[in-house]
């Protein structure tokens, strides 16, 4: 099956220091990946929808000049935190598809950031 | 606008009982794909159905099953004799293409299995 590959599944880096997660499709072309933010207890929060070649598409409320994504190919999206403050601390998960809704959603294992 | 609404926030049961977790959802679209997903403490989401806009049909597997209701916009999820490993956040969620598949999710049902 399909299988999303994403690192590092955790992180702790100092506070106004820039993080990477990225976020690999293993066995299939990812054309669109989008990223969600979960805080404790509470939902998965989509952050951004990314195509292959494109800018991402943030969604109301993320600064996209402190998240920053690239998906310049199809198998790799990248998610940088630039800045980062305690506030960011989260879990971030990517999540990748193929060319058909039809092929659903393949999640990676997510990634707890923490900012100290 | 894309709406998931899971009014239970968390669930009790003990073990062996049945539980429904329940979803409604908001589109104004008619071709949508619906979905369930368990995340254990671990936080990977694991992948339970999915279900689209076009197939009312109600679905079994094994404890699982699903109730897919368009008429009030339901897709509740139920558990049959509830074991403590089902003890998890499950969440419903809606894409649709008008909003170019992007997933939305509810806010979640924990669920605790006692056993």
């Known amino acids: 099956g399909a299988v999303v590959s994403q690192h590092p599944s955790w992180v702790i880096c100092k506070s106004g220091t820039s993080v990477k997660i990225e976020c690999r499709s293993l066995d299939f072309q990812a054309t669109t990946m989008f990223w969600y933010r979960q805080f404790p207890k509470q939902s998965l929060m989509l952050m951004a929808t990314s195509n292959e070649g494109s800018k991402a598409t943030y969604e109301q409320g993320v600064e996209k000049d402190k998240f920053l994504i690239n998906h310049a190919s199809l198998t790799l999206s990248t998610l940088t935190v630039t800045s980062a403050h305690p506030e960011d601390s989260s879990f971030y998960i990517c999540?990748?598809?193929?060319?058909?809704?039809?092929?659903?959603?393949?999640f990676g294992s997510g990634t707890r950031l923490t900012v100290v | 606008a894309q709406k998931v609404t899971q009014a239970q926030t968390e669930i009790s049961v003990v073990e062996k009982e049945d539980v429904t977790l329940d979803c409604v959802y908001e589109t104004r679209d008619t071709t949508y794909y619906l979905f369930w997903y368990k995340q254990p403490p671990s936080g990977e989401l694991v992948f339970l159905i999915r279900?689209?806009?076009?197939?009312?049909q109600n679905e079994i597997s094994g404890r699982y099953s699903w109730n897919f209701q368009k008429s009030t916009s339901s897709f509740n999820f139920t558990i049959t004799a509830s074991q403590v490993v089902d003890s998890a956040v499950y969440f419903c969620?809606?894409?649709?293409?008008?909003?170019?598949?992007?997933?939305?999710f509810g806010s979640g049902t924990r669920l605790l299995v006692r056993p």
């Open positions: 969620a809606l894409s649709e293409a008008g909003s170019s598949y992007k997933l939305i």
């Open positions: 999540s990748a598809t193929d060319r058909g809704i039809y092929y659903g959603y393949t």
């Open positions: 279900r689209n806009s076009f197939d009312e």
